[in-house]
Antibody, heavy 120, light 108 residues
Framework: QVQLQESGPGLVKPSQTLPLTCTVS??????????WTWIRQHPGKGLEWIGN???????YYNPSLKSRVTISLDMSKNQFSLKLGSVTAADTAVYFC????????????WGQGTLVAVSS | SSELTQDPAVSVALGQTVRITCQGD??????ASWYQQKPGQAPVLVIY???NRPSGIPDRFSGSSSGNTASLTITGTQAEDEADYYC???????????FGGGTKLTVL
């Protein structure tokens, strides 16, 4: 059974970079055909796709966040990471990591989510 | 703004059937997936590839699609089905993923 777990700071200062890591267990991120994805949810709001990385390393980002987002893989640790730069209070949200299948948007596996607040 | 549109709220009497819809141009090209989310929890996939249920999802959940509209139907709604429901798919370009705004389902 694949499991995902987010980790990172719960508080980030405005203008800084928000770093999160998703640790995958029960399966290898180097296995073909999966999109490793970051999704966020603002308090009381809906789900927002941030972007994903294919096992080959190809990345796809939400156009509204593209200039500030980097997603990367660390095969040696079976992890993938999110970096969101120049954060503001509007980036305060619960951040989820998830795995999609070959269609890129069918998220069968999710982490539990981690709340990140942006505040000085 | 989302390229997929959902009604913000829907209610259904216990034991009755409810349909939750999702509209968007990209649904003419791509199937929708559906997720159930309860407060404080991660979303759970309930329908994918139009009308496929992951293991463990009750068969009272079903999906359908016509034109630019995808639907999630819950037949014989149970109290535990009260939750937020989200659809998702690819956007019209096919390069990105989009979610609907979500529908809050209340079971009366």
């Amino acid at each position: 059974q694949v499991q995902l777990q987010e980790s990172g700071p719960g508080l980030v200062k405005p203008s800084q970079t928000l770093p999160l890591t998703c640790t995958v267990s029960g399966g290898s991120i180097s296995s073909g055909g999966y999109y490793w994805t970051w999704i966020r949810q603002h308090p009381g709001k809906g789900l927002e796709w941030i972007g994903n990385i294919y096992y080959s390393g190809s990345t796809y980002y939400n156009p509204s966040l593209k200039s500030r987002v980097t997603i990367s893989l660390d095969m040696s640790k079976n992890q993938f990471s999110l970096k969101l730069g120049s954060v503001t209070a509007a980036d305060t949200a619960v951040y989820f990591c998830a795995r999609a299948g070959t269609d890129g948007y069918n998220f069968a596996y999710w982490g539990q989510g981690t709340l990140v607040a942006v505040s000085s | 703004s989302s390229e997929l549109t959902q009604d913000p709220a829907v209610s259904v009497a216990l034991g009755q059937t409810v349909r939750i819809t999702c509209q968007g141009d990209s649904l003419r090209s791509y199937y929708a997936s559906w997720y159930q989310q309860k407060p404080g929890q991660a979303p759970v996939l309930v329908i994918y590839a139009k009308n496929n249920r992951p293991s463990g999802i009750p068969d009272r959940f079903s999906g359908s699609s016509s034109g630019n509209t995808a639907s999630l139907t819950i037949t014989g709604t149970q109290a535990e089905d009260e939750a937020d429901y989200y659809c998702n798919s690819r956007d019209s370009s096919g390069n990105h993923v989009v979610f609907g705004g979500g529908t809050k389902l209340t079971v009366l």
